[in-house]
């Protein structure tokens, strides 16, 4: 159980372009979700948490209008990365939390996104 | 402000031999520990945490908050226990993971 998806796993975009990336609970319903950014052989930073229903709230440094997410419902978040630029290549992961645990966290498998 | 480290971003050791991979972290509230795993070409996967005192895959950490540190631990370490390993401080009321820096650990046959 708690399996989280994110589609697509990769994607190549011009600059000045918009992509979506989703992320989903598969078997659980996901209270909270979360976004975060891997550059090669580096940790993980936060970008932003979402709870369905309400807006995100965005970790220092990161600009909400270009990466746009939306927590619609309990089991789908989207991240857009709007007028993409190539510093916005990266390794994007998405996590959900059910709820039910403190801090638990399932992980999707990420998205890497190379723009061009 | 709230940080984890991980000093050693490489570790190589041989089966069979103890394994210590390191953490220390810096927060003024209540800490929450944890230890995630990724395995190569999977995704990032909860290991143990702190509250649960359990031992899994053989490993084990303690929380030690006059040393704030949380090191986790493997008496004989096996090849399958190769891959990155991330120390992460939950913060209370945001709740939310501070990830530290990682550690890519190397069982050598």
């Known amino acids: 159980g708690a399996v989280v998806s994110q589609h697509p796993s990769w994607v190549i975009c011009k600059s000045g372009t918009s992509v979506k990336i989703e992320c989903r609970s598969l078997d659980f319903q996901a209270t909270t979700m979360f976004w975060y950014r891997q550059f090669p052989k580096q940790s993980l930073m936060l970008m932003a948490t979402s709870n ?3 807006k995100a709230t965005y970790e220092q440094g990161v600009e909400k209008d270009k990466f746009l997410i939306n927590h619609a419902s309990l089991t789908l978040s989207t991240l ?3 007028s993409a630029h190539p510093e916005d290549s990266s390794f994007y992961i998405c996590s959900a939390r059910d709820g039910r645990h403190s801090y638990e966290q399932y992980f999707g498998p990420g998205t890497r996104l190379t723009v061009t | 402000a709230q ?5 050693e971003k490489l570790l190589s050791v041989f089966k069979g031999a103890p394994v210590e991979l390191k953490c220390n972290y810096s927060y003024s509230g209540s800490p929450e520990l ?3 795993v990724q395995y190569s070409r999977q ?4 290991l143990l945490r702190h509250i649960s005192r359990e031992s899994i895959k053989g490993f084990t950490a ?3 908050k006059g040393e704030t540190s949380f090191h986790l631990k493997k008496p004989f370490a096996q090849e399958e226990d190769s891959a990155m390993y991330y120390c992460a401080l939950g913060v209370q009321g945001a709740q939310k993971l501070v990830f ?3 550690t890519r650990l ?3 046959p």
């Open chain 1, 52 to 54: 369905e229903g309400s």
């Open chain 1, 80 to 82: 857009t990365v709007t």
């Open chain 2, 3 to 7: 940080r984890v480290t991980q000093p």
């Open chain 2, 34 to 36: 944890f230890w995630y």
């Open chain 2, 43 to 46: 995704r990032l996967q909860l």
């Open chain 2, 62 to 64: 303690d929380l030690n």
């Open chain 2, 100 to 102: 530290g820096q990682g």
């Open chain 2, 106 to 108: 190397t069982i050598n």
